[in-house]
Structures are given as structure tokens and as C-alpha cells.
């Protein structure tokens, strides 16, 4: 079976990291021995201030195997790439915890022997809908550790499950009353209004306009050190939660000194208004985050189930179509590695992305330099800013063709 990989997130889902263009070596691998073919390239350090990226320094470039040196360090070039593509991974190398899975499924869901898809989607900190993934009518979001989606009828069976707590990066279910919600802090109240009516000093009461719908939620926290914090959530009105008052929301201590630093936050809702299209969310375990929980909502069926995913790769039925969850990583980095292509193939590509405003096949040099007794490459392609992991610290360079007359500032490198 041949499968293709598309390593890229739908384009809402996306919360995406510095693209690092890097192309691994052999550790003992020499650089290559190429006569001393003419170029006509300039290739510049960047670095970022107040004005976006400026030209630090430049060096001038006439042949390949030349020696220079850029941000004290010595480079040289090794090939030039008449055509260079780029071809976008995922690793698991990122410093701060950041969470991806990837997915694989038949177009055709009848066809098994179709040919499969497969897709990295990365965890994403916004609310709202997710993209529909190639070829296939479902919407697919990854959710920031511990979070969990709400079912639709979820405030009428439990009211407290269309929210949760949000405190450092995670999300926390609501217990009962007098249960624990972090490390000594403590549930202590719980009201719902259906016509929530907020007053001018912060009070919140239930409105006697029937026709106004204003769902809201108020949690009242204590702590062991005896502060109290109150906290309130409107699940059709979010914008009031984010704070119209910063005094008074979203959260307000009502007594003592300490603070939970956390918020209350609406749970996404699985079926979104208006759409008609089967969902599928995913999470980390906030106290396992090597454990997924995966969350299906059936629009056919109107029906919404939770999945421990204990296992991968693991298969999840959604109405007519199977979907596979194949790997998930906890420090997911977005990467770009390019490679040289064939002008057949580099003519190929260029065909079929004619009208695509950024395209991925483009000239390229090919950069070496010495580290720890090893040679080490870069690629840089041509007129982007790219940054170079260089003795542990990143170096932002940009080879131009000619002899460029770069200004002290480039405002267009960053929609490059």
C-alpha cells in the first residue's frame, strides 16, 4: 500500500512553532570536494528588534567551497541547489511541553485499499471550530492538556460539566462540593443562573426576563490558608468572562491573600451551531501526559462518546469513516527539512502549485561547519529568513542571489 504523508496542521488547529530548516548529516561525514564553481550569492545574518528583522552582518560569496565567517562562526558552502523542496515534519524535540497526534485514514471510507491519508495536528489554545481534514467530512482539534469538550445537552444533565478550570496550561474538571480542585484549595459553592443578570458592584443574580438568555456559572474556591475566591463563567456571553470589568471578573477575591491562579473557563462545545459535520477532540491526561482521551461526536446519530486511548495506534469509528490515531508526542515541534530535487520534479511541483503563494520548490545553499569535532549542515533557501541551531543557540541567516544591497531593516522577511 502506498502511503502518502502530509505533515502539515489544518490551518484553524494550529498552534504552530518556529520553523527550524535543518538537514541532518553523519556525524563523521566530511564535507564534499566540489571544484570551485562560480556563484553569485550574499548571504546575511539577521537579527530581530523593535523594527522586526534587521541585517546584522552580510558576507559576499563567489564559489563554492569558500570559507566565511558569520556570528563567529566559520561556514562554508558546499553545493548549490538549483531547485531545493521543502518537505514539512513533526518532532518531538520541542523544551516546552506541546502536544500533537497523528492521523491516518482511507478517502474513500468503502475502499479500504484507497490510498491512505496521514496528518499531523498540532494542539491548539483557541477556542471554537476545528478544520475538516483532507478528503473526508470530520473535524479534527487537539486540546490543551486535561481539556475536555462539553456534549450538547451537558447543561441539562450537569450544568458544573460544561465548564472547567484553566491553571498553568492545564485543565481541571469541577468535583463536587467540598471536593479538591488544586492542592489546597477546596470547592466550596456552586451556583447556576439560566438568565444571569450582572450588576453594576459584581453581584450576579437571576434575571426575571425570561426572553434573556444568559447562562452562567459562579464557583466559589477556598483555600487552607483561608482566602476566598469567587469565580464566574457565561457560557453564552464568553466575552464577559474574559473581563468587561477587570475588578470584578473574572475572578474576585473575596477574602485574604493567596491566589489560586487559576480561571474558569467554558468546556468547547463537540457540536458546533450550524454545522453538520462529525468532530473529533483529543487530550492529554493533565496527570499522565503520555495518555490520550479522544472525544467523537456522531452528527448522524447526535451522539457524543469518550475514549481512553491506552494503546497506539488505535482505530476510532465516526459515522461511515474509520480514523486511526497513529502517534502522539508530548513536545511536538513543527520542522521543515529540505531536500534537492530534480528540475523534472522541481518542474512538476512548480506546475501543480502554480497559483499557491508560498511555494515550496526553490533555489538553495547548502552550509556546513564544524561542531564538536563533527561537520554539521544547514540548508538556506533562497530570500527566507532561516533560522540555524549553531553550538545550542539559534542563528537566524538568508542567502540572496547577486550582490544585494541590503538596508539595516527588512520589514518583508517576516511574510517570507
Not at 465548564?163 to 468535583?175: C, L, M, T
Not at 508560498?358 to 561547519?369: C, E, F, G, H, Q
Not at 561542531?371 to 537566524?396: C, D, M, S, W, Y
Request: aromatic share 6%; hydrophobic share 30%.
Amino acid at each position: 500500500m502506498t502511503t502518502n504523508t502530509r505533515s502539515y496542521s489544518i490551518r484553524t488547529c494550529l498552534l504552530l512553532l518556529p520553523l527550524t530548516l535543518l538537514l541532518s548529516c553523519e556525524k563523521n561525514e566530511a564535507p564534499t570536494d566540489h571544484s570551485q564553481q562560480t556563484i553569485d550569492a550574499t548571504i546575511e545574518l539577521l537579527h530581530h528588534d523593535d523594527k522586526g528583522l534587521t541585517v546584522a552582518q552580510s558576507t559576499k560569496l563567489d564559489h563554492l567551497g569558500q570559507s566565511f565567517e558569520l556570528a563567529g562562526i566559520d561556514l562554508r558552502i558546499l553545493e548549490h541547489w538549483q531547485h531545493a523542496q521543502a518537505l514539512p515534519q513533526s518532532d518531538n524535540q520541542s523544551k516546552k511541553e506541546n502536544h500533537a497526534v497523528e492521523l491516518g485514514w482511507n478517502i474513500s471510507a468503502a475502499d479500504t485499499s484507497a490510498p491512505k491519508e496521514s496528518q499531523w495536528i498540532y494542539q491548539s489554545n483557541q477556542d471554537g471550530p476545528s478544520g475538516t481534514l483532507p478528503g473526508i467530512e470530520l473535524q479534527v482539534r487537539m486540546l490543551p492538556p486535561g481539556s475536555q469538550p462539553t456534549a450538547p445537552d451537558q447543561w441539562q444533565q450537569s450544568p458544573k460539566d460544561t465548564v472547567q478550570f484553566e491553571r498553568e496550561g492545564s485543565f481541571v474538571s469541577i468535583p463536587k462540593v467540598g471536593g479538591d480542585i488544586f492542592p489546597n484549595w477546596i470547592v466550596q459553592e456552586i451556583k447556576t443562573y439560566q438568565h444571569a443578570l450582572l450588576e453594576e458592584n459584581g453581584d450576579i443574580k437571576e434575571s426575571d426576563d425570561g426572553d434573556f438568555a444568559n447562562r452562567a456559572i459562579e464557583i466559589t474556591l477556598s483555600s487552607t490558608e483561608g482566602t476566598i475566591e469567587r469565580h464566574l463563567c457565561f457560557l453564552d456571553h464568553p466575552e464577559l468572562t474574559k473581563g468587561i470589568h477587570p475588578e470584578l471578573l473574572p475572578a474576585t477575591r473575596l477574602k485574604g491573600s493567596s491566589a489560586s491562579q487559576s480561571r474558569l473557563t467554558a468546556r468547547d462545545p463537540i457540536k458546533i451551531l450550524g454545522n453538520s459535520k462529525n468532530r473529533l477532540m483529543l487530550s492529554s491526561d493533565s496527570k499522565n501526559p503520555k495518555q490520550l482521551n479522544a472525544f467523537t461526536w456522531d452528527d448522524k446519530k447526535q451522539q457524543f462518546k469518550t475514549h481512553a486511548l491506552t494503546s497506539l495506534p488505535q482505530t476510532l469509528k465516526i459515522g461511515d469513516q474509520s480514523i486511526t490515531v497513529l502517534q502522539h508526542r508530548n513536545h511536538a515541534r513543527s520542522v521543515v527539512k529540505w531536500q534537492k530535487v530534480a528540475a523534472s520534479t522541481a518542474n512538476s511541483q512548480l506546475a501543480k502549485n502554480k497559483d499557491a503563494e508560498d511555494n515550496t520548490v526553490t533555489p538553495a545553499l547548502l552550509i556546513t561547519w564544524l561542531e564538536n569535532n563533527h561537520h554539521q549542515k544547514a540548508v538556506l533557501p533562497l530570500n527566507r529568513a532561516t533560522p540555524v541551531l549553531i553550538q545550542g543557540k539559534f542563528q537566524t541567516f538568508r542567502y540572496r542571489e547577486g550582490d544585494c544591497c541590503a538596508t539595516s531593516t527588512d520589514t518583508d522577511l517576516e511574510k517570507k
